[in-house]
């Protein structure tokens, strides 16, 4: 059941890994055309201020796919060289304190979103860009990220209490690759 649980937050985050890369790709398509017109005298402007939304979204948003594909950076030196018992305590050591800081992040995230919506922000820019339209999204990918860390931790405990370490492991672990460097 766990395991199902993780495949499928996998297949899940890989449908929001594609659609935050094509928001950054029509991001970069609009800087494009920026750049293009600054070449002939003209310009669109705030493609700036754009691709700084875009970029705070989409991290936000792709952080989750990161951590199910085992991208995040971590330091395994214990790890390392110790047993597929002990290498499971470290991973769900590991996705606790990531579960618990990424929680912390996304409840002070929402004080950000609720003094803008509160006071009806916008940004102090030529674009005036409602604050509220950009800080929900990216509110919305920390509380995914939340989730899916929470989630990913519960079922990784599920495996590892059935004594299933190489299947946790597959999920909360390193890359084969990089495996003791």
């Known amino acids: 059941m766990a395991e199902r ?3 499928g937050l996998r297949s899940l985050n890989r449908g929001v890994a594609i659609i935050t890369g094509v928001m950054f790709l029509a991001c970069a398509a609009l800087v494009l055309v920026d750049i293009v017109l600054r070449r002939l005298g003209n310009s669109l402007g705030g493609t700036d ?3 700084g939304y875009v970029m705070a979204i989409g991290t936000a948003w792709g952080m989750a796919y990161a951590l199910l594909e085992l991208s995040h950076v971590r330091i395994d030196f214990l790890r390392s060289n ?3 018992k002990w290498k499971a ?3 769900l050591v590991s996705m606790f ?3 618990s800081t990424v929680s912390i992040i996304a409840v002070q995230c929402w004080q950000v979103v609720a ?3 509160k006071n009806n922000s916008h940004a102090n820019t030529p674009l005036e860009t409602p604050l509220a339209l950009v800080q929900v ?3 919305a990918g920390w509380i995914w990220f939340a989730i899916m860390a929470w ?3 519960i079922a990784a405990m599920a495996l590892v209490a059935k004594g299933e370490f190489q299947k946790a492991e597959s999920f909360t672990g390193v890359f084969p690759e990089v495996e003791g460097a």
């Open 89 to 91: 305590v470290f991973d």
């Open 115 to 117: 003094a803008t919506l």
């Open 151 to 153: 989630l990913t931790f």
């Open 97 to 99: 304190t990531l579960a």
């Open 5 to 7: 649980i993780l495949i």
């Open 82 to 84: 110790t047993s597929t």
């Open 49 to 51: 201020e754009i691709s």
């Open 137 to 139: 999204p990216w509110f």
